[in-house]
């Protein structure tokens, strides 16, 4: 169906309750997208012609005071809070909202374009100029470098990838937090964490330059932090963030080592268990040292319990590539059930339609009921990403706890047989593979991560047992096929958007091939036995480097899975090739 042309939101973006994001061109004026790509390019312009003053003509043009950038204009198609449009920025917007001791005199930043106050005295604006951007010390240094003031813009720049590394937060109050008060902003560490992430996803361009030093920033604002209880949920976000980028840089140490500083903390605070008024729950009630303070209203509650479920994310998908057992405790134990409820789109929150939950387990009744819920949030696309996430490191664990002891005791089998059914009963509630590359963006790239999840677990349940067993091999090829096919859903513009932990997903599926192909070559020597094989992990091998052009942990491992996957498909087609020249030949 095609675009009404309705404005502000047409009717398509109306009915999918996405008209805040509504965007086309109408051909009467530049979208929001354009004039931000325009703004970028003005800015890196002249962050080149600063960093080369030799290079640049002498005289320098400063900017109105009295106008807006047209960036912020107010024209806007849309006036909602995922777009740029009706900003306001005040003097006091600066990445480093929190006194980090003495050297916060010297350690200010402010940007020419945080400010929008119509009246402001020139003098004082001409101060902040581009001009005199030399005069101005940044909050920290990386081996001598500074940055320019590009705070918002580097926010502009996250906020469409911020799902791309488990971040759900409202963004209006993101973006109005700049002008808040200090001590009532989001804190350094959260702020330089976007910061530093806009930097990686713009690593082709200028900006990228600054990303060791946002990486520095952050890293020194982490202490920091630690000392505000009420900045918990900004410390544990920019612990899930951090983790997210040195795993995709292929920096597993560092990675593991911040995933589990998040856990630990959700778990110290408690955001497991929060129950439906939404505090957590204290069950001592002598010690309330480490409670967060109560949620000021339901988006607040919102994004902690979003912030618990980024952290559940990124401990049970990355547990699994890291081979180690997950740090978040999930049992019967008072103190170690999850009864969380399920995650909601922050937009839910907002408008209250609220999914209290009942204080009951969470991730278990997930598996006792099979993926039957009377719940509605369960069923949401944040929801069913965590639970893509338990399945995918469950059947990693089941799998690897066999034994010829366990096999003999008959509970293995059972509860082989009962995770297996739940991932298949799983996939049954999910959007039909035919219909997600119809999605709206935001819930495309959540789709695609959710089903890879889903058959990588099928995988993960059933790759021990290939060699032996001729039903777990064809269920593991039926599954590695199905996440090829997921692929050919992927445009070259969503490699930008993707959760990097697509790529182990697609490494299983290459793997499980590579096995089947070294299989067939053992068994019937023929390459057109193998044709097949071959063109699935051709397939595999064009995303799988494409996604790493994005994310170096695809080729981070000691034996990468690009290197050995190249080498098998190279030799399967030249033995193909071959194999042809001989029946030519054989044919004269």
Same mark, same amino acid.
């Given at each position: ?32 997208? =354009? ?122 720049? &996250? ?26 902003? #989001? ?80 778990? =110290? ?20 040292? &480490? ?16 912030? &618990? ?60 009921? =099979? ?33 010829? #002891?366990?096999? @003999? ?8 047989? @009962? ?19 119809? @999605? ?149």
């Amino acid at each position: 169906m095609r675009c009404d042309g309705v404005k502000p939101a047409c009717a398509q973006c109306v009915r999918a309750k996405k008209g805040d994001a509504c965007e086309y061109d109408d051909g009467k004026g530049k979208t929001r997208t =354009q004039i931000m790509r325009e703004h970028i390019t003005r800015l890196e312009m002249r962050i080149r012609e600063l960093e080369n003053p030799e290079q640049s003509a002498p005289s320098m043009t400063l900017f109105d005071p009295h106008a807006l950038s047209p960036y912020y204009s107010e024209s806007s198609s849309s006036s909602s809070y995922d777009s740029p449009g009706k900003l306001s920025y005040s003097t006091s917007a600066s990445p480093t909202p929190f006194p980090l001791g003495e050297q916060d005199h010297h350690h200010s930043m402010i940007s020419p374009l945080t400010v929008s106050t119509p009246d402001i005295d020139p003098a004082a604006w001409e101060s902040l100029s581009f001009a005199n951007l030399a005069s101005v010390p940044a909050v920290g240094s990386f081996n001598g470098m500074e940055a320019p003031p590009l705070d918002h813009i580097l926010l502009e720049i &996250f906020i469409p990838h911020r799902h791309q590394c488990g971040l759900d937060i409202h963004v209006g109050r993101l973006r109005d937090s700049l002008s808040l008060a200090p001590e009532e902003q #989001r804190h350094p560490v959260l702020m330089n964490a976007i910061y530093l992430w806009a930097c990686y996803v713009s690593r082709s361009g200028s900006l990228g330059q600054y990303e060791q030093l946002y990486l520095s920033r952050t890293l020194a604002a982490l202490s920091d932090a630690m000392q505000y209880m009420s900045k918990a949920l900004d410390l544990i976000q920019a612990c899930c963030m951090l983790s997210v980028y040195y795993l995709s840089n292929g920096r597993f140490l560092e990675g593991s080592y911040y995933s589990a500083a998040a856990c630990t903390l959700a778990v =110290q605070c408690r955001l497991h268990q929060i129950s439906p008024d939404g505090r957590s729950m204290n069950l001592d009630g002598w010690d309330a040292s &480490f409670d967060l303070p109560p949620p000021k209203d339901n988006v607040e509650r919102g994004e902690r319990i979003s912030t &618990f479920w980024q952290v559940f994310n990124l401990d049970r998908c990355w547990s699994v590539v890291l081979r180690r057992p997950a740090t978040l405790p999930e049992s019967d134990h008072p103190m170690a059930s999850i009864t969380t409820p399920w995650p909601q789109r922050i937009a839910d929150y907002e408008n209250e339609d609220l999914d209290f939950g009942s204080g009951s387990p969470t991730i278990r009744g997930f598996f006792v009921q =099979q993926g039957q819920s009377n719940s509605l949030s369960g069923f949401s696309t944040a929801a069913l990403r965590v639970k893509a996430s338990a399945l995918y490191e469950g059947a990693n664990r089941l799998s690897s706890s066999w034994s010829p #002891r366990s096999l @003999a005791s008959g509970s293995f089998s059972e509860n082989f047989g @009962a995770f297996e059914h739940s991932i298949m009963r799983f996939t049954t509630t999910l959007l039909p593979l035919h219909q997600v590359g119809g @999605a709206i963006p935001e819930d495309k790239y959540a789709l695609i991560v959710i089903h890879s999840l889903a058959h990588a677990s099928m995988i993960r349940l059933h790759a021990p047992f290939m060699r032996d067993d001729g039903v777990s091999r064809e269920k593991a090829i039926r599954a590695a096929r199905s996440l090829i096919h997921i692929t050919k859903l992927i445009t070259d513009a969503d490699f930008e958007f993707l959760d990097p932990v697509i790529g182990p997903c697609w490494a299983s599926a290459a793997k499980v091939l590579e096995s089947e192909l070294a299989r067939l070559q053992s068994s019937w020597p023929d390459p057109l036995n193998t044709m097949e094989v071959r063109g699935d992990l051709e397939s595999l091998l064009y995303v799988m480097t494409k996604l790493g052009a994005k994310f170096p942990l695809v080729g981070a491992w000691p034996s990468s899975p690009l290197t050995t996957f190249a080498t098998y498909v190279l030799i399967a087609t030249t033995a193909y090739h071959c194999a042809k020249v001989q029946s030519c030949l054989d044919g004269e």
